[in-house]
């Protein structure tokens, strides 16, 4: 049986960890850092995994989360890595993954 609770925990621990090691960093330094650049990608790549893990009756929950975009940039990241385009990793990074770690907060409480 899947635990939920479980994988919105790696979720979130994944979170923590891009907002840590981006920093104070701003896009040119994303841009001109592989190390920054691998270690976005990798977290990124691990917390789209654990939403396809996640029951589709929490899902369905939060539908304002759209879960098969998530799991679509999860293929980009995985598989067409040479094709990966920073300009949209930091956008994501950006835009995106704080609307996510409010809503991860939410399904936790």
């Known amino acids: 049986m899947k635990d939920d609770r479980l994988y919105l925990i790696h979720i979130k621990e994944c979170i923590e960890r891009i907002e840590s090691y981006l920093g104070d960093a701003d896009k040119k330094e994303f841009i001109n850092s592989t190390l920054l ?7 990124l790549q691990v917390l789209a ?14 539908q304002d989360i759209e879960w098969y975009r998530i799991a679509g940039f999860r293929n980009i990241l995985v598989h067409n890595y040479l094709g990966l385009d920073l ?17 991860v907060e939410e399904m936790l409480r």
């Open 49 to 62: 995994e654990s939403t396809q893990c996640l029951s589709d009756k929490i899902k369905e929950s939060r």
């Open 37 to 43: 650049q691998d270690a976005l990608i990798r977290n």
């Open 87 to 103: 300009e949209t990793v930091w956008n994501i990074v950006v835009n995106d993954l704080p609307t996510l770690s409010k809503a």
